[in-house]
């Protein structure tokens, strides 16, 4: 099971439209967790952190974590053509010093 | 806001070459890494760094070293480049002890060519 694990797509998704990413993790002991924007030829660029269970808003960007279940997910409302990116889900391990695990990003494509 | 700068964009380098790659962070931050991205296989750890002059092997440390002398600068040699490690080059920093909390920022990348 990897670390870090995201479906691939891409995901299609009409302009105006609400785009749905989704992330689950396997270390139960994850403190911070974030959400990378990733244009093609790009360095990933961060967009969200979330750090407690619910939900946290940002402009047309919603995160919400469920630490429960493991998951993290990432809404785009109003989805806009310049959203098509990969969206990289990262998660900070508590031990072993400060590394981030990235999950392997889900591309999204949405449609004019 | 944070800068990370790295100093080439693109990078051809031909086999057996002793090549450099460095980053430079403006913002004070304690911990460095370098990744390298390829098609399908998603970011990858080589090497960090949470001090001057202290680095930890990543996942992928092999044909690499690294260098940090300076807390703002922390360095990635390819001792003797191979093909196969033709790939794009991200460095990455984020703050120290509270670096559990932080998220990682990224300079633009180096796209390196070994020929």
């Known amino acids: 099971q990897k670390e870090v694990e995201q479906n691939s797509g891409p995901l299609s998704v009409p302009e105006g439209a609400i785009a749905s990413l989704n992330c689950t993790y396997s270390?139960?002991?994850?403190?911070?967790f974030f959400w990378y924007r990733q244009y093609s030829g790009k360095s990933p660029e961060l967009i969200m952190s979330i750090y407690s269970n619910g939900d946290k808003e940002d402009g047309r960007f919603t995160a919400q974590l469920n630490k429960a279940s493991q998951y993290v997910s990432l809404l785009i409302r109003d989805s806009q053509p310049s959203d098509s990116a990969t969206y990289l889900c990262a998660v900070n391990k508590p031990t072993g010093g400060f590394k981030t695990i990235f999950g392997a990003g889900t591309r999204l494509f949405v449609k004019a | 806001d944070v800068k990370v700068t790295q100093s080439s964009r693109y990078l051809v380098k031909r086999t057996g070459e002793k090549v450099f790659l460095e980053c430079v962070q403006d913002?004070?931050?304690?911990?460095m890494f370098w990744y390298r991205q390829d098609p399908g296989l998603g970011l990858r750890l080589i090497y960090f760094?949470?001090?001057?002059?202290?680095?930890e092997k990543g996942d992928i440390p092999e044909g690499y070293s690294v260098s940090r002398e300076k807390k703002e600068r922390f360095s990635l040699i390819l001792e003797s480049a191979s093909t196969n490690q033709t790939s794009m080059y991200l460095c990455?920093?984020?703050?120290?002890?509270?670096?559990?909390?932080?998220?990682?920022?990224f300079g633009d990348g180096t796209r390196l060519s070994i020929l």
């Open positions: 270390d139960r002991v994850s403190q911070s």
């Open positions: 760094s949470y001090d001057v002059k202290m680095k």
């Open positions: 913002m004070d931050h304690e911990n």
């Open positions: 990455a920093s984020s703050l120290g002890q509270a670096g559990r909390f932080q998220p990682q920022h």
